[in-house]
């Protein structure tokens, strides 16, 4: 039985293969802290990890000024490419970058299936019913 980080790190190399202008992708938590992530390796993940829940923190801290809701993306354009960090509901986001050829609507119908499979491989984790999802936090004990 895979464990949460192994099944969040297939999820993200399946997502950068789902479209050949996905470069990477990560989960991290909401305070910062690398969940799992699919990123060249000359990129540091606490430095990813860091910047991208700095930039969680000024999108909220926006749409509560302009009282917008809630967040559920925030949107980095640069000259080489597009970094798109989507809330997936459960105090984690997933980050998502690509490149300048990038086709924004299919990308953003790729993170959304990925989103969902993030939230419900979470609320699998927190799933206290025993013989309720792989990821039971109680695993069901054989009856005496």
Request: glycine share 8%.
């Amino acid at each position: 039985m895979p464990g949460l980080e192994e099944k969040l790190k297939n999820l993200l190399f399946r997502l950068n293969d789902a479209a050949t202008e996905i470069e990477a992708s990560a989960v991290i938590s909401m305070d910062g802290l690398m969940l799992a992530s699919a990123l060249p390796p000359d990129v540091n993940d606490d430095d990813v990890a860091a910047i991208s829940a700095t930039l969680l923190g000024l999108g909220e801290r926006t749409v509560e000024e302009f009282r917008q809701g809630t967040l559920r993306q925030v949107y980095v354009k640069g000259d080489n490419g597009f970094t798109i960090i989507t809330n997936t509901g459960q105090d984690n986001v997933l980050i998502v970058v690509t490149n300048e050829h990038a086709k924004l609507g299919v990308v953003f119908l790729h993170i959304k299936v990925a989103a969902r499979e993030i939230e419900e491989a979470f609320a699998h984790l927190l799933d206290t019913t025993p013989g309720q999802g792989e990821f039971s936090v109680f695993p069901q004990m054989p009856e005496p």
